[in-house]
C-alpha cells in the first residue's frame, strides 16, 4: 500500500469514528480528492469527499440541520482535513426509499 493510500484509509477512518456519535447505520465514504487535482483546496492538503450517511437521528430534522449535525461532528476535520464535502444525510426510512443508483 501506498503511503498516499495509507493516507486515505486513515482519513476515511477518521471520519467514521467521528461519524460514530450520530449512531449511523450506514456510511459511505468517497474520496473525490484525484477528481481534482491541482484545485487550491486538493493542493493545500485538503480532501475532497462524497458522503451517504443513514442514521435514525435525522428524523425530524430538515435537510440543513442535518449537514449542521454533521458538521460538528467532523469539528476541526472541515478546517483542513477536508475542503469539501458533498452530504447526503438520510434516514432509514428514506433510505430504504431510495433507490441504489441514487446514492
Known amino acids: 500500500m501506498s503511503d498516499r493510500q ?3 484509509d486513515d482519513r476515511e477512518a477518521i471520519i467514521r469514528q467521528r461519524l ?3 449512531a449511523p447505520q450506514r456510511v459511505e465514504v468517497i ?5 481534482h487535482a491541482g484545485h487550491e483546496g486538493a493542493r ?3 480532501g475532497h469527499y462524497r458522503l451517504l450517511i443513514v442514521a435514525s437521528g435525522f428524523a ?3 435537510r440543513v440541520a442535518r449537514h449542521r449535525m454533521v458538521h460538528e461532528a ?6 483542513n ?3 469539501a464535502l458533498s ?7 428514506e433510505a430504504a426509499a431510495t433507490p441504489a443508483a441514487d446514492s
Do not use: E, F
Not at 474520496?31 to 477528481?35: F, H, P, Q, Y
Not at 467532523?74 to 478546517?79: E, I, K, N, P
Not at 452530504?87 to 426510512?93: E, G, N, R, S, V
Open 6 to 8: 495509507a493516507a486515505v
Open 87 to 93: 452530504i447526503k444525510a438520510l434516514t432509514p426510512d
Open 60 to 62: 425530524g430534522h430538515s
Open 81 to 83: 482535513m477536508i475542503h
Open 20 to 22: 460514530a456519535v450520530l
Open 44 to 46: 493545500g492538503g485538503g
Open 74 to 79: 467532523l469539528g476541526d476535520m472541515m478546517y
Open 31 to 35: 474520496d473525490d480528492s484525484a477528481r
